[in-house]
């Protein structure tokens, strides 16, 4: 069975608790594309997006996920630091330099966000082919684009995550141009920093600030462990609302 890596900060009970569930086989963690042994990385790789997002209201007060139009090309979880890239549109006919500069000389584990502002951004790939396979050659974590991705049949072969707001065929040559890189960037509805924590997968997309990653991290792990302690009293009491009387999760 994969081995599981969570915080020991917790209070011990929960420690002890987090360690039944996880090693009883309750949990079910999807795979995920992370970047390998950071802490923080392997940490939240183990933790839904709906746990996270949850902590963030907590915590910060926000909303922390991306609109849900962004949504994963094939089923897949993935977790790393975002770099960014914004484009706006233009006829210039410019390749992505941005972009690919960034893919070139990135490090390992990091998630490429690229912004393709305006509403004709949908209309428009981000993202295809050739680029997903420098990602995957570089060791990209995923990728995440408001706008267009294109050569699906490529990227799901590859088995790279990719979470966008549309799939569309179209080259962004003569299109959009690159304007700014690792700046912080509006991606989906909410503001990405480079650096900050990118979650995604099948709910959506998490934005973690980094400043506020650990305690984040803390609260998702009781979060989820409350949620798998409510949902045994529930199979054993057959009654939600006994069970969430006694657990206070749902």
Sequence with gaps: MKERIFSCRLPMTICILFAVYIFSGCASVPLSRSSGADPLIEGFSQIAVASVSDAIDQIIGKRGFMSHEMRPVFPTKMCGYAVTVL?????????????????????????LVIV??????????????IMCTGCVARGFAGAVLDGGCRDVAEIREMGFPVFSRSICPTNSVGRYVNTAKNEPVICGD?????????????????????ERADEILRLAQELEVKEAVTAKAVKQLKSIRKATQQHGRI
Aim: aromatic share 2%; glycine share 14%; no cysteine.
């Design 190 to 210: 909410i503001e990405v920093r480079p650096g900050d924590i990118i979650l995604g997968d099948e709910d959506g997309v998490a934005v973690i600030p980094h």
């Design 116 to 129: 393709m502002e305006g509403e004709e951004g949908k209309d428009v790939a981000a993202f295809g082919g």
């Design 87 to 111: 484009a706006r549109p233009s006829t210039e006919k410019e390749p992505p330099s941005m972009a690919l500069d960034l893919i070139d000389n990135a490090e390992p584990g990091k998630v």
